[in-house]
């Protein structure tokens, strides 16, 4: 096994895929070229990160004395959450959205049907490209139906 074959048998790039990086390339250039593993896979991705913040999640409330906390998922995607979480008699069904550190968006489109869940919530989290490590957290802003604030 050498750094080309991580296996010993297949390359890691699909031939064809890769280019030669010759020459001097801008900060953007590089950037578009590593953009693409994050919105080719970015289901994979989301994924990841919400397993990365439940376990952040439930380590926190584990060492605050919460130790009977549920997390529940739905099973048919109806209303636009990723999970429920309990504890005791409280139910908060949780959408989560995520943009990388650096990233352009400034805002995040929410669906609508999350209103129809009781004590609905959407968490918004940053994270780093590289690592993938959460944070921070904007505080947003719930706009009404009619624009007001």
């Not at 994979?44 to 549920?70: C, N, P, S, T, Y």
């Not at 959205?97 to 990233?103: A, F, I, L, Q, W």
Request: hydrophobic share 35%.
């Amino acid at each position: 096994m050498n750094s080309a074959t991580p296996n010993g048998r297949e390359p890691l790039a699909p031939a064809g895929t890769t280019q030669a990086v010759l020459g001097d390339h801008t900060a953007e250039e590089i950037a578009s070229a590593v953009d693409p593993v994050h919105s080719t896979h970015s289901s994979g991705r989301e994924k990841v990160l919400e397993h990365i913040f439940l376990g952040d999640l439930l380590r926190a409330l584990w060492r605050m004395g919460m130790h009977d906390v549920q997390v529940l998922r739905p099973e048919v995607d109806r209303n636009e959450y990723e999970f429920m979480l309990g504890h005791e008699r409280i139910r908060r069904s949780v959408q989560l959205k995520s943009t990388y550190r650096g990233g352009k968006a400034k805002e995040v489109t929410l669906n609508r049907h999350l209103e129809n869940e009781p004590s609905g919530c959407v968490i918004w989290m940053m994270f780093d490209k590289d690592t993938l490590e959460l944070g921070p957290f904007p505080v947003a802003r719930r706009s009404s139906r009619r624009g007001h604030g």
